[in-house]
């Protein structure tokens, strides 16, 4: 009897489960983006703020999530809670080469990414001691996959750091580095960049341009498949409402520092002498996948390479 | 007529054991099924035989066993460790009552504080290697056992503290050959919490702190596996940080709890019972 009984509680919550795994589309007249919180997102927030998604899709309704990382993006829209996200290239890849169905969409921004280091006596990576840690914020990240290529090339010996990173968030990695814990190196990106910069002693040895060799984009739009294929419409009013952002951050920096210094909490003067300066830059073409795709295969952090058609949207 | 709230006898401590394992069989089976009815995607729920693949890949390839080991050490040094502080905080708290009143307070404000909370200040404090990861696991266990050993300490016979006077046993003394004997099934019970508390805060402390020293420990692991997308790998850390949890706690704590509680009594008695 009491075996009948479980078989019934059983034969009930199945369907329940499965309901619960598959129900990941609701009514799409609302778009859920994902927002992280970074001068790089900037052209993301002023659009939100300004509310120019709205204006360029009007019937749509908006939802935002915060997201912490790019990790919690690709597991949200996996989970079918989000249309899409922003994130560097890498992430976005493994999440592509491990059979994500989302494709980028958008370049939101350019920028100085950089390691700097504390530690006496280390001018390149070539000087860096075995004991000594490196902050950034996981592995996979764009900060990594740049730390391994310049290794790659400078060292000729990709991972060589790899048993060495420590996975801090950008601020933690600020707090570490002026604390002077073993955590000697950061690679992180603006504003910690030129925060960290102005620490006695602390230096820049190596420049995420130098370290890719040559441009390339920081943070793109990512949308799943699924959006992309059912709203073209929303999709294209998104990638409109982004550009405008950019656009406008790129023309009118002083009014863009005056609008989000409170956002951002910053001194609106700081904020605008990033926001004139070459350490951030806005919106244009996504750079530098394939070159991104080349080494990380090459290197076996992605096992199948995929032709850029399929990687970025026309 | 027995009920499920029958006492545990050992045939129905045997049944008990049974049951669970069957109920386990039925997970797996029913995982299985939802995930081929369902057609949902793998990166969501992989398949069984994936998982299985990735944990023997992981315990003779990979690096689970050293991470795994690595972890038991961490975990196991900050529980001694916390347990001897618990054991010094006691003795203190005995001396007066000025000291036990602020370490009540004391044990009182940190006991429901999660050891994470206070990240930003252990990482100003101890950077973010091994110290920081210990700190967090002694946060975690010492209250707890503090607690527990204090409440047994206050619960012994006033006979057993009349013996002590009578031998005129120091303070230290009085606390290593009567009260901690006599308050050992609070101890025990103590630790129990500690354990659970202690590695729960480690795996969490991991996956936010990154890896502890060169390799990393569970936390790490299924921190890697999360961001590189690796979803067997993370369902197979996840399955060894639920099977060590509960077989530490099942198999090793409770069986030694049992034995103790049969030795010396429950937690509440005086004491005057045992052997």
């Known amino acids: 009897m009491k075996l009948i009984k479980k078989l019934v509680i059983c034969i009930i919550i199945s369907p329940l489960m499965i309901f619960f795994f598959t129900s990941c589309t609701e009514d799409k007249r609302t778009v859920t983006l994902a927002e992280q919180y970074g001068l790089a997102y900037a052209p993301v927030s002023a659009a939100r703020l300004k509310g120019w998604f709205k204006e360029e899709v009007p019937e749509t309704e908006f939802k935002w999530q915060t997201a912490g990382n790019a990790a919690t993006v690709r597991e949200s829209i996996l989970a079918g809670k989000l249309d899409g996200g922003f994130m560097g290239i890498p992430p976005y890849l493994i999440g592509k080469d491990r059979g994500m169905k989302w494709t980028a969409a958008a370049a939101v921004a350019r920028a100085e990414l950089g390691l700097v280091t504390v530690q006496p006596g280390v001018d390149t990576l070539g000087d860096i001691p075995e004991n000594m840690r490196i902050a950034l914020p996981q592995p996979g990240s764009i900060q990594h996959i740049l730390l391994a290529m310049a290794a790659d090339r400078e060292l000729g010996d990709a991972g060589i750091f790899d048993n060495r990173l420590i996975t801090l968030s950008h601020p933690d990695g600020l707090t570490a580095l002026m604390a002077g814990t073993e955590v000697k190196a950061h690679f992180t990106s603006p504003p910690y960049l030129q925060k960290e910069l102005m620490i006695p002693g602390a230096r820049l040895i190596l420049d995420g341009n130098e370290a890719f060799g040559g441009e390339f984009t920081f943070i793109i739009a990512v949308f799943s498949d699924d959006f992309i294929k059912s709203h073209p419409e929303e999709l294209a009013g998104v990638r409109r409402a982004i550009q405008r952002g950019a656009d406008w951050l790129n023309e009118n920096p002083d009014e863009a520092a005056a609008f989000l210094a409170d956002y951002y909490r910053m001194e609106e003067s700081e904020l605008s002498r990033i926001f004139h300066s070459a350490a951030l830059s806005y919106g244009g073409d996504i750079l530098g996948m394939e070159d991104f795709q080349d080494f990380m295969l090459k290197r076996g952090y992605l096992k199948n390479g995929l032709q850029d058609e399929e990687l970025i949207l026309p | 007529m027995k009920n499920s709230f029958s006492p545990d006898t050992e045939?129905?401590?045997?049944?008990?054991?049974?049951?669970?394992?069957?109920?386990?069989?039925?997970?797996?089976?029913?995982?299985?099924?939802?995930?081929?009815?369902?057609?949902?995607?793998?990166?969501?729920?992989?398949?069984?035989?994936?998982?299985?693949?990735?944990?023997?890949?992981?315990?003779?390839?990979?690096?689970?066993?050293?991470?795994?080991?690595?972890?038991?050490?961490?975990?196991?040094?900050?529980?001694?460790?916390?347990?001897?502080?618990?054991?010094?905080?006691?003795?203190?708290?005995?001396?007066?009552?000025?000291?036990?009143?602020?370490?009540?307070?004391?044990?009182?404000?940190?006991?429901?504080?999660?050891?994470?909370?206070?990240?930003?200040?252990?990482?100003?404090?101890?950077?973010?290697?091994?110290?920081?990861?210990?700190?967090?696991?002694?946060?975690?266990?010492?209250?707890?056992?503090?607690?527990?050993?204090?409440?047994?300490?206050?619960?012994?016979?006033?006979?057993?503290?009349?013996?002590?006077?009578?031998?005129?046993?120091?303070r230290w003394e009085t606390f290593i050959r009567i009260s901690l004997p006599g308050s050992f099934p609070h101890l025990i019970s103590g630790i129990r919490t500690g354990w659970a508390r202690s590695w729960r805060a480690f795996i969490a402390a991991e996956m936010v702190f990154g890896a502890v020293g060169i390799l990393g420990g569970l936390g790490w692991q299924l921190f890697e596996s999360r961001v590189m997308m690796d979803t067997p790998a993370l369902y197979s850390a996840l399955l060894v940080v639920m099977l060590t949890g509960m077989a530490m706690e099942e198999i090793i704590l409770a069986r030694w709890e049992n034995r103790v509680r049969r030795k010396w009594g429950e937690p509440g008695d005086t004491g005057m019972a045992a052997e």
Do not use: Q
């Not at chain 2, 129905?12 to 009815?37: F, T």
């Not at chain 2, 795994?68 to 009552?97: D, E, F, N, P, Q």
């Not at chain 2, 707890?144 to 016979?157: C, H, M, T, W, Y």
């Open chain 2, 11 to 170: 045939g129905n401590s045997y049944r008990h054991r049974h049951h669970r394992w069957l109920w386990l069989a039925g997970l797996l089976v029913l995982w299985e099924l939802i995930r081929r009815i369902s057609g949902v995607n793998p990166l969501l729920m992989p398949p069984l035989g994936d998982i299985l693949m990735e944990l023997v890949h992981g315990i003779f390839k990979g690096m689970l066993v050293r991470r795994w080991l690595l972890s038991m050490a961490l975990v196991c040094g900050g529980l001694a460790a916390g347990t001897v502080l618990a054991m010094i905080l006691v003795v203190i708290s005995s001396t007066g009552r000025g000291a036990s009143s602020f370490l009540s307070l004391i044990s009182s404000l940190m006991h429901p504080l999660p050891g994470l909370a206070l990240l930003p200040l252990v990482i100003l404090w101890f950077g973010t290697g091994t110290p920081a990861v210990l700190f967090i696991i002694i946060h975690a266990v010492l209250w707890p056992i503090f607690v527990n050993l204090e409440s047994g300490v206050r619960s012994l016979a006033p006979a057993w503290t009349g013996y002590a006077r009578i031998l005129k046993l120091g």
